[in-house]
């Protein structure tokens, strides 16, 4: 039943303005700071030209908007808007640290504008996504072996990269391609969303065999080697290859994928409880291999109050980072500092690995609570879409993506509170950084052509 | 009017959060009728109370549909599967013809039709002759496409 005034996207509108008034409030706070003029009066409010990054936003945004109500004007309507608020924080952020990083790696002064390009190459690529399943997303499904060998493929080059250029084994290393003089990009976001692709192309038709009662080892059930052998597989290579580049969090991140999309598929817990057991098995193996993984380890059991002699290098050394985090969190209690009037930079790659601490050091505890909400809609979106999309294979990539997103804020958010070992996984939206962005966007095209072809 | 700066920043501070909240509110108000509004129109219970069901069929093997092993489909007094878009039960699936077969009652019965389908239909593992109805009973399974067959259901009582 598709009325007929669907087809203007009003309520998209409508909840993009929130937004929008909360990026242009935001920068002009920050330029009331930076300039801290004694007095506020008419004639020194911010500028059109410092208010840019803010109306950059909006105009891609609203230029999305159009572009959605040509292309697929019965797709979900509030997906739009919750993404468009996460990045909007994203750059608002970037421009708040940016020029305030400390020397070896700052001041980066255009980290916002660059984090605006970003931006914009992502809604472009969410876009062109819509456009390129125009008619469908079987041939998504067909091709899912292309898109495993592709990820694999992109992994494997910085795989090798690494391996030829770096011999201290000890060190978390960042996958990244160097596509052009300048442009890097992190392969692994890609593989994320081709890894997914296959698994839920591969359970969708396969489902029925795994949904049935396996082989038994003994009183405990298997599951059936044939249909999971693939799958398996490419579980393996995947992981092999992250403990290759020695991103654990990545590892754990894709783990994770695949056990919630085998429960969305098969509806059974025998998976679950066995990738468990891999995963603890792995867990046991990636911290006896890795001193790094083991460092990270070791400093959650650290007291950062504490003033023991043999702690205190500890806090001045390998826990630095995660304590300072813990102190701009710490600092902002329940109300903030306000925007552009802490001082969360003291956190070393704030604006990457501590974008959350920043936050709630200047908008508070009922700031973060708030965030972590538009989180949660966001994931209930992707859910509501999976649950409501027409064909298994539809059902499981909307579930698949959306576990993405609530994997990784979960991750990152543990990590830096300090209640699980600090991974470099992006806050997703907010983290700076291109590839993470880009990647997320692509699954918000893909959410939107599905959200677009569900049942009813 | 002249603020001091301090004042016109704690201001913008509460604002802002505010504004989180507001979107927020927003969200939650625009799904919550979403919600109500599949509830109450969009679902197969909702709104078609007055119809009667007369039978439906048990899920074995789902196929293409969206549908668990177990999950009863609801049967019309006329009910056609295929790949077309006009039949009642839609299976995209290559080896589903177009317009594949149709399940009718009639004289208190249900009577199963095979329309020409390519890969054929089966009941009990007996072929569903082309345009001439075979009647079923509840219990008996009903397999569409080649070999094990692409879609598997049992008709319920």
């Known amino acids: ?456 | 009017m002249d603020l001091q700066l301090d004042q016109f920043l704690f201001i913008l501070r509460i604002v802002l959060v505010a504004l989180i909240y507001l979107f927020l509110i927003q969200l939650i108000f625009v799904v919550r009728r979403d919600l109500a509004r599949l509830s109450s129109g969009g679902g197969p219970r909702g709104g078609t109370t007055a119809r009667k069901t007369i039978g439906h069929l048990v899920v074995v093997k789902p196929g293409p549909l969206a549908l668990r092993p177990g999950h009863q489909l609801e049967l019309e007094p006329v009910t056609t599967m295929g790949r077309g878009p006009t039949n009642t039960v839609v299976l995209e699936d290559s080896r589903i013809s177009s317009e594949h077969m149709r399940i009718t009652f009639h004289d208190r019965q249900w009577w199963v039709e095979d329309l020409g389908s390519r890969n054929k239909t089966f009941l009990n593992g007996n072929q569903v002759p082309v345009g001439q109805s075979v009647p079923a009973r509840p219990g008996d399974l009903l397999v569409l496409g080649p070999l094990d067959g692409v879609v598997t259901f049992k008709f319920g009582i």
């Open chain 1, 1 to 456: 039943m598709v009325e007929s005034r669907r087809q203007y996207r009003w309520r998209e509108i409508q909840l993009l303005l929130l937004p929008s008034l909360f990026i242009l409030i935001g920068v002009a706070q920050l330029v009331l700071v930076e300039n801290s003029a004694q007095r506020v009066s008419l004639g020194n409010l911010p500028t059109v030209d410092s208010l840019l990054p803010a109306l950059g936003v909006i105009g891609v945004l609203v230029a999305t908007h159009i572009a959605l109500c040509i292309l697929l004007p019965t797709a979900d309507q509030v997906l739009l808007p919750i993404v468009a608020f996460l990045s909007s924080l994203g750059v608002l952020m970037a421009v708040r640290l940016g020029p305030k990083i400390p020397p070896p790696t700052g001041p980066v002064d255009e980290l916002g504008t660059k984090q605006l390009v970003w931006l914009l190459a992502g809604l472009f690529l969410c876009l062109l996504t819509v456009v390129a399943t125009r008619k469908g997303t079987l041939w998504i499904r067909r091709y899912k072996y292309t898109f495993a060998v592709f990820g694999i493929v992109l992994v494997g080059a910085s795989l090798v990269r690494v391996l030829t250029s770096h011999i201290n084994f000890d060190s978390p290393t960042h996958d990244e391609l160097k596509i052009l003089p300048g442009i890097s990009f992190q392969p692994s976001e890609l593989l994320k969303i081709c890894l997914v692709i296959f698994f839920a192309a591969y359970l969708s038709e396969n489902r029925e065999i795994l949904g049935e009662k396996g082989p038994k080892l003994g009183f405990i059930p298997v599951p059936p080697l044939k249909q999971f052998g693939p799958l398996m597989l490419m579980l393996g290579v995947g992981l092999i290859f992250f403990l290759g580049l020695r991103e654990l969090g990545l590892a754990l991140l894709i783990l994770g994928i695949f056990l919630s999309m085998m429960y969305m598929g098969s509806g059974r817990m025998l998976y679950v409880g066995w990738g468990l057991g891999l995963f603890a098995a792995g867990a046991l193996i990636g911290y006896r291999l890795f001193s790094y993984a083991r460092d990270r380890v070791s400093i959650l059991t650290v007291d950062c109050n504490s003033h023991d002699p043999k702690v205190v290098p500890i806090i001045q050394g390998k826990a630095y980072q995660i304590c300072q985090g813990l102190i701009a969190i710490s600092t902002g209690g329940v109300f903030g500092t306000g925007l552009g009037l802490g001082d969360p930079t003291n956190v070393p790659e704030v604006q990457t690995d501590y974008v959350f601490a920043a936050i709630s050091e200047e908008f508070g505890l009922l700031g973060v609570m708030a965030l972590l909400a538009v989180y949660i809609m966001l994931i209930h979106r992707g859910f509501h879409i999976a649950a409501r999309a027409k064909t298994p294979f539809d059902q499981l990539l909307a579930g698949g993506l959306t576990s993405i997103f609530a994997l990784q804020t979960m991750i990152i958010l543990a990590g830096n509170l300090k209640m699980f070992p600090l991974t470099g996984i992006p806050l997703p939206f907010i983290t700076y950084g291109g590839s993470s962005l880009i990647a997320n966007f692509i699954i918000v095209g893909l959410l939107l052509r599905i959200s677009a072809t569900e049942s009813n």
